[in-house]
């Protein structure tokens, strides 16, 4: 009977390890993972856990491609371009 609680446990006891974690592609496979585990360990929370899975995981990959592009939008703006002078 393991649910979200065991989720949000987990990447609070995770947190502690994110100097060995470099990227934040690694954090996304992390919650992925953790979100798997949490819905095969829990058999009683089956129809939530289904119902619940597609939204978490569109909403997490559309967030960390809106990341991507937001990061990509604002280095690509702060670097220079042309004859700055000098």
Do not use: C, H, K
């Not at 609680?5 to 502690?16: A, C, I, N, Q, T």
């Not at 058999?43 to 809106?66: C, E, K, Q």
């Amino acid at each position: 009977m393991v649910g979200l609680g065991f989720v949000v446990g987990l990447v609070g006891v995770f947190r502690g390890l994110s100097v060995m974690l470099v990227t934040s592609f690694e954090w996304f496979l992390l919650a992925l993972t953790l979100l798997f585990i949490a819905a095969i360990l829990s058999r009683p929370y089956a129809v939530v856990d289904a119902l619940l899975m597609p939204i978490i995981l569109a909403l997490t990959i559309g967030l960390m491609i809106y990341l991507t592009l937001a990061t990509t939008i604002i280095d690509y703006m702060q670097s220079p371009r042309g004859n700055q002078g000098g």
